[in-house]
Structure formats: structure tokens, C-alpha cells
């Protein structure tokens, strides 16, 4: 029922009918975690121009990965009227071939940066002595909490047998629930690594 609800909602959206708010609202009270649905309903209190706009703009912000995509939703309408006054600009030929070498200026500018920056850099030597102390710095890097069950498989599939047993066996000291199981892990693992 929420799935056709939502679908009618979608399909019919007027961010002007208070009616799809309400609906929207309910499937909110419901699902709060449902991105899309919080969108549509930030839409509709932006248009509306209603009060609750302000408290519901972060928490959408916060479900939406790419906060751009949603700037470009709540502001749809004012930005194609922007690109559109851009669009009816009228250039002489002159003008164009200044908008142009501007543009052009922008690229070199950017490229000079670059090649500055690639100039000033430091270079890393990496001969056989350095990559032993970088990779134990690295190895260092990786903390117990950051430890799943999920590594210690990526582990083994890798047959990195030694690294999914010391995985498993971090494993066991912090669910001590499941310790029994992860035993059982590492002697299979020791009877492989043989």
C-alpha cells in the first residue's frame, strides 16, 4: 500500500497540494530514513513556504549523499531561469571571442598550479630499506577497532592465512559470544597454513 501510495505521490507530484504533503508526512512517520520521500516533502514546505522547511532541511541534507543533487532539486526552478537568461545573452562576434580567451586564461591558470605544485612536491624515495618502515607504519595504521569479520574473510580469500588468523584472534577478544566460533576459524586456518 505505501509503495503504491508513494508511487501516486511521485508520479502526480505539485509541491503546491497540501494533500501530497500530508501523505508524504505519513510515509515520513513511518519510514524516516527514506531519502527520496524527504525530499519530496522538502520541496513541497520550500514551495508552500511553510515554517517547518527550516528543521527539515538538515535532516534531509544529512540522508542525502551528494548535497549538490539536492540544491539542484530545491532550487530547480530558479536555476533554469538562470540558464536561461544566460542562454538569450546576445554576443557579438568580438564579445564571444573574449568570453572564449577567458575561459582559456582560467584553463592555463589552473595548469600553471599544477606544474607548480608538482615542482614544489616532495619526492618519496622508496628503495627496499624505506618499504619495510612504510609498510609497518601502514600495518600500524590498522587498529583493533577497525578489525570486522568481513576483513578476516577478505583475509583468507586473499590467503593471507597469517592476517586472518591475528584478525580472528582480535575477533575473539571482542565478542567473547562468539569466540568458540572464531577458535574453530583459526584452526582451520592454522591446518591450511600448513
Do not use: C
Amino acid at each position: 500500500m505505501v509503495n503504491d501510495l508513494y508511487s501516486d505521490i511521485i508520479f502526480n507530484f505539485d509541491p503546491k497540494d497540501n494533500k501530497s504533503l500530508v501523505k508524504l508526512r505519513k510515509i515520513l512517520n513511518s519510514y524516516p530514513y527514506f531519502q527520496s520521500a524527504s525530499a519530496h516533502y522538502l520541496k513541497g514546505l520550500k514551495i508552500q513556504g511553510k515554517d517547518s522547511y527550516d528543521q527539515m532541511l538538515p535532516k534531509t541534507a544529512i540522508l542525502t549523499s551528494d548535497r549538490s543533487v539536492l540544491r539542484n532539486w530545491l532550487y530547480y526552478d530558479k536555476i533554469q531561469t538562470e540558464n536561461k537568461e544566460k542562454t538569450n545573452e546576445k554576443y557579438s562576434f568580438l564579445d564571444w571571442f573574449d568570453n572564449i580567451n577567458k575561459e582559456v586564461d582560467q584553463i592555463d591558470q589552473k595548469f600553471n598550479v599544477i606544474d607548480e605544485f608538482l615542482k614544489k612536491s616532495p619526492v618519496l624515495d622508496i628503495t627496499m630499506n624505506n618499504k619495510s618502515k612504510l609498510n609497518q607504519k601502514i600495518k600500524s595504521k590498522i587498529k583493533d577497532e577497525l578489525i570486522t569479520e568481513t576483513l578476516a574473510k577478505i583475509y583468507v580469500s586473499q590467503e593471507k592465512y597469517g592476517k586472518a588468523i591475528k584478525a580472528y584472534e582480535i575477533l575473539s577478544l571482542k565478542y567473547p559470544k562468539k569466540s568458540s566460533f572464531f577458535a574453530d576459524q583459526i584452526n582451520d586456518l592454522k591446518k591450511n597454513k600448513k
